[in-house]
């Protein structure tokens, strides 16, 4: 199972990403977390495009984030700090991915900022980049 970021998901109409997005959703293989679900609600370009959007993400399975979520992405910041790190990785980034560390899950992303949690913090989780890096704009 891969938790979905924005990056990827914003990315749907694009040839390519399109393919693999539908895919995985066709075989169930993709999740949603709130910290995606209100990244992809805050791009929607109208209350209706909110709608729609919101319809469509909530036919996907939800990780919820508990306090030990919470921990693990406050640890992960402090440990990007400690390297002098700490805002190469947005805040949703960083509680995705301590969701997907927590529950076993992946991420499929477009983002850099994954990769560099998984270089410079103790989190562990599989990195999936819907394209491959600078291959979409």
Known sequence: M???????????????????LMDRMRRGELAACIPFLLEAGYSARSAGELKALVTD?????????????ERIALLAQSELAARGQHRMAAPADLLIAA???????????????YDGIREHTSLEFASEWVAPAGSLR
């Open 2 to 20: 891969l938790l979905l970021d924005n990056s990827a998901w914003s990315r749907r109409d694009r040839p390519g990403a399109r393919e693999i």
């Open 57 to 69: 993400l909530a036919l996907l399975p939800r990780v919820e984030i508990g306090p030990d979520v």
């Open 99 to 113: 969701c997907a560390h927590h529950s076993g899950h992946g991420v499929l992303h477009y983002d850099r900022d």
